[in-house]
């Protein structure tokens, strides 16, 4: 999906570790660079940007280990092992 694409209603999965969390796109800047998403209607946003490689990643976390935002499917899926 690119930049242009996404707006606000978009789906989206926000990848932590082996967990994955249902998100919505709440809004985006006009460069497509931030993109805000919460988990449901009412939920604190989170703020993720766009990287070199073309993923999102959520502000204030790391490039390799950080929180990533997968644009175009929700699903939330909680892995069992912990």
Do not use: C, W
């Not at 604190?44 to 999102?56: C, D, H, I, K, V």
């Amino acid at each position: 999906m690119t930049t242009s694409t996404i707006a606000p209603g978009t789906p989206a999965t926000m990848g932590v570790g082996s967990d994955s969390y249902a998100m919505v796109v709440v809004a985006v800047s006009a460069s497509g660079k931030t993109v805000k998403a919460a988990r449901h209607e009412g939920a604190e946003p989170r703020t993720f940007s766009l990287r070199a490689n073309g993923g999102y990643v959520m502000q204030g976390t790391g490039g390799r280990s950080g929180i990533r935002l997968h644009i175009g499917k929700a699903v939330t899926r909680l892995d069992p092992s912990f």
